[in-house]
C-alpha cells in the first residue's frame, strides 16, 4: 500500500525527503553518504514489474558479473598488493560489485584513483564509508580496517552488457595509477 505526505513546511518536507531515501539529503554531494538515519520502502509497480524481469534472467545476469569478476581478477590479480573480492571454497559469490583493495604501501588511494576514472569518463563507485563514520552514528575508534579500507578501495564498473574494451579502460587506468604511485 501507498501512503501520501502533504505538508506546507518546507524543513518538514526536506526532512521526510531524506528520510525516504536511506537518509541521502538532496543536496549531499558525497555518494552514497546519508546524513541520517533513514529508509527506502517505497517501490512502483514498474520498479515490481522489472524486478519480476530480471528474476526471470538473474542465472544469466549472475554468470556475466562472474565473468566481468573473473576479467578484471585475471588482469589485475598480478598488481603487487592488490586484491579482489575473495571466493573461498564452498562459496559462490554473486560478483555484484567487483572491488579492488589497493595495499597500504602502495600509495593508491580511493580518491586518487577516483579522480584517474572521472578523467577517463568512467563511472567507478566508492567502498563503502564504514558506519560508524556516518554523522548520525557514534564514532568507533577501533573500526580501523574497515576506516583504512575504505580509503584505499574502489568498486568497479560491472554493468553486465561491459564490453570487452570497456573492461580494457578500466582494467588500464587501474594498471596506470598503481604504477604511478609505485614509481
Not at 108 to 134: G, W
Not at 167 to 177: A, K, P
Request: hydrophobic fraction near 35%; include cysteine; charged fraction near 25%.
Amino acid at each position: 500500500e501507498g501512503g501520501m505526505f502533504v505538508t506546507n513546511d518546507a524543513d518538514l518536507y526536506e526532512t521526510v525527503l531524506t528520510l525516504s531515501n536511506h537518509g541521502r539529503s538532496r543536496v549531499q554531494t558525497k555518494q552514497f553518504w546519508p546524513d541520517m538515519v533513514g529508509f527506502k520502502y517505497k517501490i512502483s509497480n514498474i520498479q515490481a514489474a522489472l524486478g519480476c524481469a530480471q528474476m526471470e534472467r538473474i542465472d544469466e545476469l549472475i554468470s556475466r558479473k562472474r565473468e566481468i569478476l573473473k576479467f578484471y581478477k585475471s588482469r589485475l590479480n598480478n598488481l603487487p598488493g592488490l586484491k579482489m573480492n575473495p571466493e573461498p571454497d564452498g562459496v559462490l559469490n554473486g560478483a555484484w560489485m567487483p572491488t579492488a583493495v589497493f595495499g597500504r604501501d602502495s600509495g593508491v588511494t580511493a580518491k586518487k584513483i577516483r579522480m584517474d576514472f572521472s578523467k577517463e569518463n568512467i563511472d567507478a563507485r566508492v567502498f563503502f564509508h564504514p558506519l560508524s563514520s556516518l554523522p548520525m552514528f557514534d564514532d568507533v575508534g577501533k573500526n580501523v580496517v574497515a576506516s583504512d579500507i575504505s580509503g584505499r578501495a574502489i568498486n568497479l564498473p560491472s554493468y553486465h552488457d561491459m564490453s570487452k574494451s570497456d573492461l580494457e579502460r578500466v582494467i588500464d587506468v587501474v594498471q596506470r595509477r598503481h604504477a604511478k604511485t609505485r614509481s
